[in-house]
C-alpha cells in the first residue's frame, strides 16, 4: 500500500494576493523526515502543472515539524481578480495531500 502525504500530514492553506501559501504539519517525527522527502518544488510544480506559474519554494521548519510551501503566481491574479473557483487556494493546498510518500535517505 502507497502511503499519501494525508497519512502523514495536516494541511492548512491561504492567500496573499496570487501567492498561495500551504502548512503541512507532520503528526510526528518520524512523519516528518517522511514529509520532507515526500514534498519538493519539483513534486509541486509536476503536480499542479500550469496552474502555478511562478517559483514553488518548501521552507522546513524542524522546530515544529512542519513544511511551508509557497507557490508564486498560483491564483490567477488574486482573490479579487480571478475566475477561478478557489479563489483563496483552499483546494490548491489539500490537493497536496495526494502526493505519494518516500522515505528519507
Not at 502507497?2 to 503528526?27: E, F, H, M, N, P
Not at 502543472?49 to 498560483?74: F, K, S, T
Amino acid at each position: 500500500m502507497t502511503l499519501q502525504v494525508k497519512d502523514i500530514a495536516y494541511v492548512r492553506s491561504g492567500d496573499k494576493g496570487d501567492v498561495c501559501s500551504v502548512g503541512l504539519v507532520a503528526r510526528g517525527p518520524v512523519e516528518y523526515a517522511r514529509l520532507r522527502a515526500s514534498v519538493t518544488p519539483a513534486d509541486v510544480k509536476a503536480l499542479y502543472g500550469d496552474w502555478v506559474r511562478g517559483e514553488v519554494e518548501c521552507h522546513p521548519m524542524d522546530n515544529i515539524g512542519a513544511l511551508v510551501v509557497i507557490m508564486r503566481h498560483a491564483l490567477g491574479g488574486g482573490a479579487t481578480r480571478t475566475l477561478r473557483l478557489d479563489q483563496t487556494g483552499k483546494s490548491l493546498g489539500h490537493a497536496l495531500l495526494r502526493l505519494p510518500v518516500r522515505e528519507p535517505r
